[in-house]
């Protein structure tokens, strides 16, 4: 933690492909629910390949006030992979809270 930049300096944060590992999960979303500034948001892109994402998303809803999730974003996206294959990517939308609050240990 003492690598990470100062609570609260960033806006927004994007990644992509980051949550296939399990065990990273809730260091990564208390990395960027500690980076965010109030107000600020998470954008992921990744794939639900073999439940990570979906477990991701699940533990997301205890670090960040809002969780949009959608898999229509993009119409050249959508066109150059097939909605209902493994890979197709999903885009994932985490709003910090307005009021910063304590974050979960």
Known sequence: RKDW???????????????YLEDLHMALL????????????????ASKRNGSL???ICAAKGFFSSVR???DYDA??????PRSAKCFPIMVRLMAAEEPEALPQ
């Open 5 to 19: 930049s100062d609570r609260a300096s960033f806006d927004v944060v994007v990644a992509a492909d980051v949550v």
């Open 30 to 45: 208390g990395m960027i629910a500690h980076v965010l500034r109030p107000g600020g948001i998470f954008v992921l892109v």
């Open 54 to 56: 979906d477990k991701f």
């Open 69 to 71: 999730i959608s898999d």
């Open 76 to 81: 050249d996206v959508a066109k150059a992979v």
